[in-house]
């Protein structure tokens, strides 16, 4: 199959994150042992879903070492978005091919996959890795078991292309992402007894305005790193519920926050600054007015910035490859800095523009799905 006959493929199986990715983890599993590849799956405690790796061998059968070509196969949803077409039915219109998935980032593992025939066939000296995790975009919550996976096989490689839509352009670093849900306990009360309840909502409200201090002092104070378009480490929350009734002191309220980290600031830090504040001044607060009172915080996803050294070998080959020697760095994150955090190193380059993901009428160019090609045959080439 051609790129474009594996993109109506890939887009055909709906692989949002809160559905199974098996159907097409199993299709590529088989069309792969049908060319003479063997393949392994990582599956998360369920079951339900799997990350697949496959090593195409080198000429002398040798399958350490080479190159992995990474890529998630989940998507975003599609709830409320206003498509033109239906999101999982490929669509080509006016040298673009629509459906949720184009950009981000099935037209990379379509293109990937189109070109394993020759891939095989090439005499290389080193093997090229397929990598393929689950659930992505929910924290990158997949891969680090495939990685896992790897380190108990003893599988190494010398670098690795994650396949992000960056415009066929090489991006050599990326924030953090760290995900927290916090649960707020207090006491119900009638709201006209308030100094009989503790309300959990306005402790939730100091703590969000806690966060909302630090990220101001980021932006205020730095670090800086002006290659990221946003060149601070920022902290938003984004979701919040609480309260059953508007006479009824809250017993509790629970919200979600994230930060996004540069390079070089460990996430640990940020977090502790917010851990302190719940300890040393939230909750006492709370606990004179209920002994009781709790405050939890969970972590979610997470996944470590990227930050590729411009000497390493996978950075000066997808250079000269792609021609592009600018420093680009960008606010998104993606599972690169989890493959440089197990020893591989990695950049970060692929077909499309993170402007058309996770939007309504997602596409990538073809002219983008030709650049990849070209781009994965010449790296196949150099090895």
């Known amino acids: 199959m051609n790129t474009l006959a594996w993109l109506e493929t890939l887009v055909g199986l709906d692989t949002t994150s809160r559905n199974s990715n098996l159907a097409l983890i199993e299709t590529v599993r088989d069309w792969l042992a049908g060319q003479g590849v063997s393949s392994w799956l990582a599956h998360d405690q369920d079951g339900g879903k799997a990350n697949l790796f496959a090593t195409l061998p080198a000429a002398d059968g040798a399958t350490q070492g080479g190159i ?28 673009r091919v629509y459906g949720r998935g184009t950009c981000d980032m099935k037209g990379f593992i379509a ?3 189109a070109l394993v025939p020759e891939f095989l066939a090439m005499p290389r000296a080193k093997p090229i890795h397929l990598a393929f995790s689950y659930d992505e975009e929910v924290g990158c919550v997949g891969a680090p078991r495939m ?3 790897l380190q108990r ?14 415009g066929m352009r090489v991006v050599v670093a990326h924030k953090g992402i760290n995900l927290f849900h916090c649960r707020v306990h207090g ?17 939730a409200a100091r703590l969000i305005c806690h966060i909302r201090d630090l990220a101001d002092r980021f932006k205020a104070d730095g670090p800086y790193d002006n290659f990221y378009d946003v060149p601070f480490s920022t ?6 519920r609480g309260g059953i009734a508007v006479n009824t002191i809250p017993q509790a309220c629970e919200f979600s926050y994230e930060f996004r980290n540069l390079p070089g600031m460990p996430a640990d830090a940020i977090q502790g600054e917010v851990l302190r504040y719940v300890e040393e001044s939230l909750l006492p607060r709370m606990r004179a007015e209920y002994d009781d009172a709790r405050i939890e915080i969970e972590a979610g996803g997470a996944a470590p910035g990227l930050d590729a050294a411009e000497a390493a070998a996978i950075t000066q080959l997808v250079r000269r490859l792609t021609g592009d020697q600018e420093t680009r760095k960008v606010a998104y994150g993606t599972e690169a800095g989890l493959f440089q955090a197990a020893g591989i190193p ?14 309504p009428n997602e596409y990538v160019s073809l002219d983008q799905l030709t650049q990849c090609e070209t781009f994965l045959r010449r790296l196949a080439q150099a090895l």
């Not at 902290?235 to 919040?240: F, K, R």
Request: glycine share 10%.
């Open 187 to 203: 006491k119900a009360a009638h709201s006209s007894l308030t100094p009989q309840g503790c309300n959990a909502i306005e402790y």
């Open 346 to 359: 990695t950049v970060v380059c692929g077909p499309g523009h993170i402007e058309q993901a996770h939007k």
């Open 147 to 149: 990685l896992a996976e």
């Open 111 to 113: 293109a990937s996959l």
């Open 235 to 240: 902290m938003t929350t984004n979701q919040i």
């Open 68 to 95: 992995v070509l990474s890529g998630h196969t989940d998507v975003v949803p599609v709830d409320g978005q206003d498509w033109a077409t239906d999101p999982f039915v490929l669509t080509q219109a006016d040298g």
């Open 153 to 166: 096989r003893g599988i190494r490689a010398d670098g690795c292309v994650v396949g992000e839509p960056t």
